[in-house]
């Protein structure tokens, strides 16, 4: 039986950072949703997602597949549920689709018609949906105390340094090869996990839960408050409150980013400082690509929301609920809008188009540092966005 993750809706809600990837790619708690999924079945699983983005992420099919919907995370209840699952049934909740498990030509028909007829089974279980942009944030510290128990458990943590000094009721997990010394870390509130290659370097304050993946750093003096993942090889300093980096992106300097996601090979120049609270205390709107307009979040602290490639200059202020599209250049003094599309190169003053030839230019020589190239099926997919977005 081969296990596909499905992209619905909500592909289009959690814009602008499934712009460039399948829900499923999204990194909530220490895990992408994938990698979730991929550990608790023991299996790799596929994709079924947008046209343009299927060539990079295929899906794969045989006569018996398990369909799951790509914005669930995985608890023991759900992937009982889903396992029970015989063919032509299909899991629901309050009328959303969950899973099926289907054959190869009823799985094609479901990508074209966007829906499955099957005999249907309720699911009386509760589990963490990724619906919008927010939630990654929301639900990260419940996320990184279920990836921490998966991945640790009949395990043993390198010891610490005796440099360390650690306190509080939860566990810190450190893997071979990181280094860590001379910092402080709390646990009171949650787990802290530290993956094979980080680095914690010297005066660091942390305060659980956190996951530092791999070869992440959090540099000289850094703080950071739970619930926060910095992602594969990004770089981390200053002040951060409830932060998820994807992968490959930087805030390697002093300033405030707090309730907030940042997507892959994102850069936030020195002093660069986002609000995640108004003077007024009210609830924050944030931008929906899919109705575009700006919708309530329901909550009080939301920061900055920021896809692919985007990046600031030095001294950039970003207002309360600023979404950043993908490969856009912010700079200057004063607060820009707090919707920034896709491509776009400016500030307060203004915006003008991001121009394609200038974007790859700068996405090579940022991919280059790390070791990197974007490949065909990556430009093509920018090239998607773009086109898209410039309509």
């Known amino acids: 039986m081969k ?19 399948p829900i499923a790619e999204l ?59 015989l063919p032509g049934e299909m899991l629901l909740q309050n009328g959303r689709l969950f899973a099926f498990r289907a054959g190869e030509s009823d799985v094609w028909a479901f990508k074209r018609e966007k829906q499955f007829v099957g005999k249907p089974v309720e699911f009386a279980g509760s ?42 009721r939860y566990p810190v997990f450190v893997e071979p090869g990181a280094i860590v010394r001379d910092s402080i870390i709390n646990t009171d509130d949650g787990p802290v996990y530290i993956a094979e290659g980080a680095e914690i370097m010297e005066g660091v304050l942390i305060r659980g839960p956190l996951a530092l993946c791999e070869h992440g750093v959090l540099k000289m003096g850094a703080k950071v408050y739970g619930a926060t993942t910095i992602g594969p ?16 992106s930087n805030k390697a300097h002093d300033g405030f980013l707090g309730n907030a996601v940042l997507g892959e090979w994102c850069n936030l120049g020195a002093a660069t400082n986002n609000s995640n609270l108004k003077n007024t205390y ?33 001294g950039v202020i970003l207002n309360t609920g600023t979404v950043v599209g993908v490969g ?8 820009p809008r707090n919707f920034i599309p896709s491509f776009s190169w400016g500030g307060a003053s203004g915006f003008v188009e991001h121009k394609l030839s200038q974007f790859f230019t700068t ?23 773009f086109a898209d977005e410039n309509r």
């Open 282 to 314: 009210v609830e924050v709107k944030l931008w929906d690509y899919a109705t575009g307009h700006f919708r309530k979040t329901g909550l009080q602290f939301c920061g900055l929301i920021m896809g692919d490639h985007s990046k600031t200059g030095i």
């Open 127 to 168: 589990c963490n949906q990724i619906v919008y942009p927010y939630h990654i944030f929301s639900m990260n510290g419940a996320e990184i105390v279920a990836d921490f128990n998966l991945l640790t458990v009949g395990r043993e943590s390198v010891p610490l340094d005796d440099s360390m000094r650690v306190r509080g």
């Open 328 to 335: 856009v250049n912010i700079f200057g003094a004063d607060f």
């Open 27 to 85: 990194r909530v708690g220490i895990l992408t949703i994938r990698e979730k999924w991929e550990k608790r079945l023991n299996c790799q699983v596929s994709f079924l997602t947008e046209d343009y983005l299927q060539e990079k992420y295929p899906m794969v099919l045989e006569n018996d597949n398990l369909l799951i919907n790509s914005t669930l995370c995985p608890n023991d209840s759900l992937l009982e549920a889903v396992l029970a699952l």
């Open 363 to 385: 996405a090579e020589a940022v991919m280059k540092r790390r070791g990197r190239t974007m490949d065909e099926k990556e430009r093509r997919i920018i090239e998607h966005v």
């Open 233 to 248: 090889y990004c770089k981390c300093g200053g002040e951060v409150n409830n932060v998820v980096m994807m992968a490959y």
């Open 3 to 21: 296990v596909v993750l499905f992209d619905d809706e909500s592909w289009g809600t959690l814009r602008p950072l499934t712009f460039t990837r």
